[in-house]
């Protein structure tokens, strides 16, 4: 079984960076063809992806959020990173990790969730 864990700050001061990690436990974040997504949800609004990086480290990104936004990942601890630069209280949103085996299918495995306020 596939466990994702996402780990960070719970409040990030705006214009800072917000950096998460995602642990992954149970499976690897090589594994042919899986995607490592990250995934928000903004009070009172709907999912929002983010970005994801591939099995093959390439990486893919929200056009409304390239420009602030890096996805990465270290192999040897079997994680992978996000970072949201020049954050505003817009960013505010539980912040979620998950993994599909494949682009085109449905998420597999989530995250618990992480809130993140964004606030001064």
């Given at each position: 079984q596939v466990q994702l864990q996402e780990s960070g700050p719970g409040l990030v001061k705006p214009s800072q960076t917000l950096s998460l990690t995602c642990t992954v436990s149970g499976g690897?974040?090589?594994?042919?063809?899986?995607?490592?997504?990250?995934i928000r949800q903004p009070p009172g609004k709907g999912?929002?992806?983010?970005?994801?990086?591939?099995?093959?480290?390439?990486?893919?990104?929200?056009?409304?959020?390239?420009s602030h936004t890096s996805i990465s990942r270290d192999?040897?601890?079997?994680?992978?990173?996000?970072?949201?630069s020049s954050v505003t209280p817009e960013d505010?949103?539980?912040?979620?990790?998950?993994?599909?085996?494949?682009?085109g299918n449905e998420y597999e495995y989530w995250g618990q969730g992480t809130q993140v306020t964004v606030s001064s």
């Open positions: 690897s974040i090589t594994t042919s063809y899986h995607y490592w997504s990250w999912l929002e992806w983010m970005g994801a990086i591939a099995y093959d480290g390439s990486t893919y990104y929200s056009p409304a959020l390239k192999t040897s601890k079997n994680q992978f990173s996000l970072q949201l505010t949103a539980v912040y979620y990790c998950a993994s599909k085996p494949g682009m």
